[in-house]
């Protein structure tokens, strides 16, 4: 598979004004991103999260020629993101929640029809990339609402079919579900969803919306302080993380001392001693289960899979208190100048 994204030793610095002394401030340069190496292949679906300030937003607008890199490499589709922005434009689509591609005094169906134009797309297949748009994201009772008048959900769901209309071959969103309504939410997890299985499309999200993830992303990239700190699919983050599936079971009778069971450490007991919640770590669920049963009636034994939510916090606890060998120094006090 070829790669549509490399990036090595990507870099981008600022300058900011922290405080030196009571009333004095100095410039300093800070790496917003600070190194980061990143291969996507064609088709891939690529979840890049992160804390507030990460980092996430300078790599997609490096990625997007918005911004030229401070150091590093790096090609999209082949092509210098910042010198040949012109040609790239041609084979990525954007969606940025904060800016919008639509012309705000104009119906969103013009808004379609300008930039067929824009991007020299032939009619036909502008036609029926549309046609797919409006029935996949419900499109039709707003196609003739000036696009100021639209909802946050409906205007979503117009940039994305405004940055697919030409036919990208890698869509780069910047948190696309932030602020929706479950429906607007849905639609556009839905249809990002079809774009993944149809696989001719990349798609790099930024979110802080782990479902959007778990939904739509086998990769999963997670940043801090401007650097990698994890790359592969959710079940290794799992892993690495030491995420552990539980096991709970509600018992008749209360034991008395729950017991202690070989692989499966006691996490807690609820319900007055009726319910055991064990972690599974090198037991099997039928050991655990058999040994439960030994103790009485069991009314009832589920298991609770890791929630990504949980590991990510942990992850990212673990990098502020400087517990990973990648995190970097924050520079206290900084203001962006
Ligand atoms: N133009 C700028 N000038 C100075 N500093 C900047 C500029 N743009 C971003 N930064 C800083 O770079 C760091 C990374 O910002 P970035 O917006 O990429 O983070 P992010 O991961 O997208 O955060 P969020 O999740 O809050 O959107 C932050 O500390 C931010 O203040």
Not at 10 to 21: I, N
Not at 68 to 83: D, H, K, N, Q, W
Not at 155 to 168: F, I, S
């Amino acid at each position: 598979m070829t790669d549509v994204i490399v990036a090595e030793g990507l870099r981008k610095e600022f300058t900011v004004r922290v405080r030196a002394g009571r009333l004095r401030r100095e410039k300093r340069r800070v790496a917003a991103v600070d190194g980061v190496d990143l291969r996507v292949a064609r088709g891939e679906m690529l979840g890049y999260i992160g804390p507030n300030g990460a980092g996430k937003s300078t790599t997609l607008k490096m990625l997007t020629g918005v911004l030229m890199p401070s150091a590093g490499e790096v090609r999209v589709c082949g092509l210098r993101p910042v010198a040949e922005r012109t040609r790239l434009a041609l084979r990525i689509g954007v969606v940025f929640g904060q800016r919008s591609q639509l012309w705000w005094d104009l119906p969103l169906r013009d808004s379609f029809a300008l930039l067929r134009h824009v991007y020299r797309v032939p009619a036909d297949a502008h036609a029926a990339r549309l046609r797919r748009c409006r029935s996949l994201l419900d499109l039709d009772a707003f196609l003739d609402v000036p696009v100021r008048q639209l909802s946050l959900g409906q205007r979503m769901r117009g940039e994305l079919t405004a940055a697919l209309l030409h036919g990208p071959e890698v869509l780069f969103l910047d948190e696309p579900t932030i602020g929706l309504d479950v429906v607007s939410r849905q639609a556009v997890r839905g249809f990002l969803a079809e774009l993944g299985r149809a696989g001719d499309t990349t798609l790099v999200l930024t979110t802080h919306d782990l479902a959007d993830i778990e939904r739509l992303c086998a990769r999963l990239v997670v940043v801090d302080h401007g650097r990698v700190v994890h790359d592969g699919s959710i079940a290794e983050l799992h892993r690495r993380y030491g995420s552990r599936r539980l096991l709970v079971a509600d018992l008749e009778t209360a034991p008395a001392r729950p017991p202690a069971l070989p692989g499966a450490p006691l996490e807690r007991v609820e319900a007055d001693g009726h319910r055991l919640v064990y972690a599974l770590e090198s037991a099997g669920v039928a050991d655990v289960v058999a040994a439960l049963a030994g103790l009485g009636a069991l009314r009832d034994v589920s298991i609770v899979e890791p929630d990504i939510e949980d590991v990510v916090a942990r992850l990212y606890r673990r990098e502020d208190q400087g517990c990973s060998i990648t995190s970097t120094a924050k520079v206290p006090g900084a203001s962006a100048s």
